[in-house]
């Protein structure tokens, strides 16, 4: 399996979908399924029995996860959707960098 273009903490923009053009932070990665749950993106309804953690039960709204090849990384210098690539740094360690601005993301 190749590696992931995405990490937990990256802001990310949505390209496909019911919400498409939305933006969000990653919450989660599964990786095993190439999938990641965004912060305010593919919100769903849930039904939960009664529990400690919610006493009164009911339909609960969360987020599900979605596909990672509809998701695109911000650049941090535009703010703007960009595709990643991979280089070593000046002490030989490997780092993500944005393909539209060269700018290494943190």
Do not use: F
């Amino acid at each position: 399996m190749s590696k992931l273009h995405i990490k937990k903490g990256d802001n990310v923009y949505v390209l496909t979908g019911e919400d498409r053009g939305k933006t969000g932070r990653v919450l989660k990665v599964l990786v095993s399924k190439g999938r990641a749950i965004v912060e305010g993106v593919n919100i769903v309804t849930k039904a939960t029995k009664p529990s400690a953690q919610h006493p009164q039960g009911g339909l609960v709204k969360m987020e599900a996860p979605i596909n990672i090849s509809n998701l695109s990384l911000i650049d941090p210098k535009s703010g703007k959707p960009t595709r990643i690539g991979r280089r070593k740094n000046d002490e030989g360690k490997t780092v993500r960098y944005s393909k539209k601005s060269g700018e290494e993301i943190k």
